[in-house]
């Protein structure tokens, strides 16, 4: 039971529409280092449970100027990435998926796996709502239980299997992508999506 109260309450809280998960998604969509994106929000998921767990939310709990300075951090970089989303809506590079299910080709559009790891890595550790649910509140209530670590391993099963579901169930659209316009209105949601996270994080500090 505690295990499954871990994955209950771990995947409550990661199964929402967030920076990170977006870009998951996109990454997904364009199948390009989707196991490495997979395995970042994954691994990182699982060290900020064991953080909260062991202690560090509640640690976290105590110094308030932290989150502050993680809204404004995230904010930016939220912003920045709108910006670069919005800007490939107006003008479109020449990349799709095709109809058949197959990957899309390399071209200059694609992103390198140093790019898209920081890009990642940004978006998961620049978020300040991933300490305040990961952290502070999976810690506080995995420390209450009788067995903590279990619970915590509950919380970590539930990333994997949603990083997983989400990043490659979601060449399933790829027939719905087929079309260049479709990436259009996919980079206008997300550079929406990002620029509304980004206001809600300034309004917050």
């Known amino acids: 039971m505690t ?5 209950g309450l771990g995947l409550s809280l990661i199964v929402a529409i967030g920076a990170q998960n977006v870009f998951v998604l ?14 970042i929000c994954a691994v990182s998921d699982a060290v900020l449970i064991a953080a909260g767990v062991a202690g560090v939310g509640a640690a976290i709990e105590t110094v308030p100027w932290l989150i502050t300075v ?5 904010a930016a970089f939220l912003l920045g ?26 071209s200059v559009s694609s992103e390198s796996a140093r790019t898209v790891a920081l890009t990642c ?3 998961t550790w620049l978020n300040p709502h991933v300490y305040l649910d990961t952290v502070v509140l999976l810690g ?14 509950g919380a970590m099963t539930g990333s994997v299997v949603w990083f997983t579901s989400l990043g490659y169930g979601a060449r399933l659209l790829s027939g719905v992508l087929a079309r ?26």
Request: proline share 5%; no cysteine.
């Open 3 to 7: 295990f499954l109260a871990g994955l």
């Open 26 to 39: 996109r990454q997904g969509l364009r199948r390009e280092h989707v196991r490495l994106v997979v395995a």
């Open 70 to 74: 993680a809204r404004w951090a995230g």
């Open 81 to 106: 990435y709108a910006l670069l989303a919005a800007r490939r809506a107006w003008r479109p590079a020449r990349e799709s998926l095709a109809a058949d299910g197959a990957p899309p080709g390399r």
């Open 121 to 123: 890595l940004a978006l």
């Open 140 to 153: 506080t209530v995995g420390a209450a239980q009788a067995a903590p670590w279990i619970f915590a391993a």
């Open 180 to 205: 260049p316009g479709a990436w259009r209105v996919l980079d206008g949601i997300i550079a929406v999506v990002m620029a509304a996270l980004a206001v809600s994080l300034i309004v917050g500090a």
